[in-house]
Nanobody, 122 residues
Framework: QVHLVESGGGLVQAGGSLRLSCAASGSIFSINTMAWHRQAPGKQRELVATITSGGVTNYADSVKGRFTISRDSAKNMVILQMSSLTPEDTAVYYC????????????????WGQGTQVTVSS
């Protein structure tokens, strides 16, 4: 069993900052790409940022220059530092990771956290 647990969401005023964390636990052999997605009310889930096992990052255009994704491989964690937040960033943020539970590539699956709410007030 593998679990992803997010933390750090909350209510913040526009222009403020928040730091989201996601910790993976369970029968983990290795973790490949980790990512953050978000889903605003009435909208489809969208990719926010990704980071590979080698530390290569990628961002949605809407968050470039404001959000930073990082990972602590020793702790199986991924972090999203968000700054200059706007009401348009209000959403449930989900952690996602491609995780192997054994040496076999066939064991790799995509896992999701339960989500954490981020609300930005104007």
């Amino acid at each position: 069993q593998v679990h992803l647990v997010e933390s750090g969401g909350g209510l913040v005023q526009a222009g403020g900052s928040l730091r989201l964390s996601c910790a993976a636990s369970g029968s983990i052999f290795s973790i490949n790409t980790m990512a953050w997605h978000r889903q605003a009310p009435g909208k489809q889930r969208e990719l926010v940022a990704t980071i590979t096992s080698g530390g290569v990052t990628n961002y949605a255009d809407s968050v470039k220059g404001r959000f930073t994704i990082s990972r602590d491989s020793a702790k199986n964690m991924v972090i999203l530092q968000m700054s200059s937040l706007t009401p348009e960033d209000t959403a449930v943020y989900y952690c996602n990771a491609n995780i192997r539970t054994s040496a076999s590539i066939l064991s790799q699956r995509s896992y999701w956290g339960q989500g954490t709410q981020v609300t930005v007030s104007s």
